[in-house]
């Protein structure tokens, strides 16, 4: 990320915010980005695994019980079919978070509004190469 900063420093054709300062403050774009990916990861396998619930809720400790008549319920992917729309959004939406949220921070760094656009396009590069290589691990 340090190259990115560098690259936003470079483009953004101002010297007087240090490279540190950069680095800094882009690093916050990285939150929306991981947080995504978490939700993005966390939903593949909430969503199929989620029958397993039923039973566990019927018998919670394993000693036979039938609480809630749902001790022989099968594993059942439910709304399988629906994760991969799930897992997307998830990561599009931290990428639009993480854009907005970049420039916000640039507008916070530059006065001029010209050079925090300039200084965006690295960072804005960087997300979406990242949400790309995700939605490529997660959908395939």
């Known amino acids: 990320f340090l190259a990115v900063s560098w690259a936003a420093r470079t483009l953004s054709r101002?010297?007087?915010?240090?490279?540190?300062?950069?680095?800094?403050?882009?690093?916050y774009v990285?939150?929306?980005l991981g947080l995504a990916a978490w939700i993005a990861f966390s939903v593949g396998f909430v969503?199929?695994?989620?029958?397993?619930?039923f039973p566990v809720i019927s018998d919670p400790f394993g000693w036979g019980w039938n609480?809630?008549?749902?001790?022989?319920?099968?594993?059942?992917?439910?709304?399988?079919?629906?994760?991969?729309y799930l897992?997307?959004?998830?990561?599009?939406?931290?990428?639009?978070?993480?854009?907005?949220?970049?420039?916000?921070l640039?507008?916070?760094?530059?006065?001029?509004?010209?050079?925090?656009?300039?200084?965006?396009?690295?960072?804005?590069?960087?997300?979406?190469a990242v949400t790309l290589g995700l939605l490529w691990i997660y959908l395939g």
């Open 87 to 104: 897992q997307a959004s998830a990561l599009l939406a931290g990428l639009a978070m993480s854009i907005v949220f970049g420039d916000r």
């Open 106 to 128: 640039a507008r916070e760094n530059y006065g001029d509004t010209v050079a925090a656009k300039r200084s965006m396009l690295p960072v804005m590069v960087f997300s979406t």
């Open 47 to 53: 969503f199929i695994n989620i029958s397993y619930v």
């Open 67 to 84: 609480l809630f008549h749902t001790a022989n319920y099968h594993w059942t992917p439910y709304v399988s079919q629906v994760v991969p």
């Open 14 to 27: 101002t010297r007087t915010i240090s490279l540190k300062t950069l680095f800094t403050s882009y690093a």
């Open 30 to 32: 990285t939150v929306p």
